[in-house]
C-alpha cells in the first residue's frame, strides 16, 4: 500500500514530484581506446522514497551518476548513459533509463526514446507515449545520454550539451523553466566530456575538470556554496579540479577525481556524502577511507564507489539493503559490498543497485517490489544475486524502478517496473522480473 501511495504522488503531480535519482542518468561521451585507458561508469540514482522520513518530502523532489574513469584496460570504451560500461570496441553505444522512460544512443550518433512521455521527456515534439524506441528530433553527432525522472540530456560531439523535458527547476539549462517537446541548448557549457542527471539537477565535466551544475538547488546539491531553489543556467561547482567522473544522486551530487578519492556535496540525511556524518554540505567534500576509486554512482538517499581491485563499496540509506552488506542499517561511511569481485562497472537506481563483472553477468541488491533485480523474484536482496538469462553483457544502467543492460550482440534488455512501457517489450506488463528484449532496438 505504501508503495502505492509514494508512486501516485509522482504520477499525480508535474510540480511535486518524489525525489528519484535520475534514474536519472549520467553519461559520458565515447572515447577512442586507442588514445586513452579511459572508460565510463555510471548510474543513476533516483526517487527519495526510500529509507526517508515525511518531513524530508514536503516539496518532492529527486536525484542519478556516472563519468569516465581512469584504469588499466586498454580496450574499454567509456558508454554514455547511466552505469554502463563498454567493453567490445565495436559497440559504442549508450543506454539511460528515467523513471518512465529509457534512452538509447546509436552508433550513427542518433538518439532514441520510449515509455511515458507526460513532459515531452522522448524529444519527439509531443506528450505522446510510445511502447517502441522513436527516434529524439534534431539530435546528431550524440556521444552521450542521460536520464532524469522526466527529461533527458545529450553530448554532442561538439562538446555541447543538448535537454528535452521537464523543466521546471530549470534543470535542461536553457535559461528557462519551460518544458520542451524537443531539444534546447544548455546556455554558455562548452568542451563538455560527460553528463549526468538527478530527478531535477544536472551536471556536466569539462575537459579541464571542472563540473558544472543546474536545476534544483534545495539542499545544496549543484555545489555552489548557497541554496537557491532553481538556477536555470549552467553555474561551477566550487572547489573541484582534476575531476575525471561525475554522479548525480536524489539529492546529493559525487565527483571522482584523478588522485582516486570521491566528493560529495548536498544532502545527508543518511550519510550519502560519505564523511560520517549527516550534515548536508553546499560544497564539496571527501569521502572517507576510499582511495584507489575507479568510478561512482548515486541513488536516491545511497552511494556506490568502484575500486580498482573490482570490489564495490556503498554507503548511505539501507532500508531495502541497497548497500548490499547482508543488513538494513544505514551507514555514514563506506562499507564493502559482500561477495563481489572482478566488477567493471556500477548503476544505481532509487534503492536498487546493478553490478557487472568481468565474465559479462549481472549482480544486482536492494529493492525489488517491481522486479527491478531481475532474479525472478520481488523479494528484496540484502546481498548480490545474480540477473537471470543475461550473458554477454556490455553495459548497464539503472532507472527508477527498472534496469536495462546492452548485450555484446547490440540488443538492449530490460526489467522491473513497465507501467508506461518503459521497459519496450512486446505487449502491455506491468513488471517483469527477469529480462526481456526491447523491440525494435539494435545498437550494433
Request: zero cysteines; a neutral charge.
Amino acid at each position: 500500500m505504501r508503495k502505492r501511495i509514494l508512486k501516485k504522488k509522482i504520477l499525480t503531480a508535474s510540480l511535486s514530484l518524489v525525489l528519484i535519482i535520475g534514474l536519472i542518468i549520467s553519461a559520458i561521451p565515447k572515447l577512442n581506446a586507442d588514445t586513452q585507458t579511459t572508460y565510463v561508469l555510471g548510474s543513476k540514482g533516483q526517487d527519495g522514497i526510500f529509507g526517508t522520513h515525511d518531513d524530508m518530502y514536503v516539496t518532492m523532489n529527486g536525484d542519478v551518476i556516472k563519468g569516465p574513469i581512469e584504469i588499466d584496460m586498454t580496450n574499454a570504451i567509456p558508454s554514455a548513459g547511466d552505469g554502463t560500461l563498454q567493453t567490445n570496441t565495436s559497440i559504442a553505444r549508450n543506454i539511460a533509463a528515467g523513471e518512465r522512460h529509457s534512452l538509447a544512443l546509436k552508433n550513427d550518433g542518433t538518439v532514441w526514446a520510449w515509455g511515458g512521455n507526460t513532459s515531452g521527456q522522448l524529444g519527439n515534439g509531443t506528450t505522446t507515449s510510445s511502447s517502441t524506441p522513436i527516434q529524439v528530433q534534431n539530435i546528431t553527432n550524440a556521444t552521450a545520454i542521460a536520464s532524469g525522472i522526466d527529461y533527458s540530456l545529450a553530448l554532442r560531439n561538439d562538446g555541447t550539451v543538448w535537454g528535452w523535458g521537464a523543466n521546471y527547476y530549470g534543470q535542461l539549462g536553457d535559461g528557462t523553466t519551460t518544458n520542451r517537446y524537443t531539444p534546447v541548448q544548455a546556455q554558455g557549457l562548452t568542451n563538455v566530456i560527460a553528463i549526468t542527471a538527478g530527478i531535477s539537477h544536472s551536471l556536466a565535466l569539462k575537459n579541464d575538470g571542472t563540473v558544472w551544475t543546474w536545476g534544483w538547488n534545495d539542499y545544496g546539491q549543484l555545489g555552489i556554496g548557497k541554496v537557491i531553489q532553481n538556477i536555470s543556467t549552467p553555474v561551477q561547482v566550487q572547489g573541484l579540479t582534476n575531476v575525471i567522473a561525475i554522479a548525480a544522486g536524489g539529492r546529493h551530487s559525487l565527483a571522482l577525481k584523478n588522485d582516486g578519492t570521491v566528493w560529495t556535496w548536498g544532502d545527508n540525511h543518511y550519510g550519502q556524502l560519505g564523511d560520517g556524518t549527516t550534515r548536508g554540505s553546499l560544497i564539496p567534500i571527501q569521502v572517507k577511507g576510499l582511495t584507489n576509486v575507479v568510478a561512482i554512482a548515486g541513488g536516491d538517499a545511497y552511494s556506490l564507489a568502484l575500486k580498482n581491485d573490482g570490489t564495490v563499496w556503498a554507503w548511505g540509506s539501507n532500508s531495502a539493503g541497497q548497500l548490499g552488506n547482508g543488513t538494513t542499517t544505514n551507514s555514514y561511511i563506506p562499507i564493502q559490498v559482500q561477495g563481489l569481485t572482478n566488477v567493471i562497472a556500477i548503476a544505481a537506481g532509487a534503492a536498487h543497485a546493478l553490478a557487472l563483472k568481468s565474465d559479462g553477468t549481472v549482480w544486482s541488491w536492494g529493492y525489488n517490489s517491481d522486479g527491478e533485480l531481475g532474479d525472478g523474484t520481488t523479494t528484496n536482496r540484502y546481498t548480490p544475486v545474480q540477473v537471470q538469462k543475461l550473458t554477454n553483457i556490455v553495459a548497464i544502467t539503472a532507472g527508477r524502478l527498472h534496469s536495462l543492460v546492452l548485450k555484446a550482440d547490440g540488443t538492449v534488455w530490460a526489467w522491473g517496473w513497465d507501467s508506461y512501457n518503459q521497459l519496450g517489450a512486446q505487449g502491455v506488463v506491468i513488471q517483469s522480473s527477469i529480462p526481456v528484449q526491447v523491440q525494435n532496438l539494435t545498437l550494433k
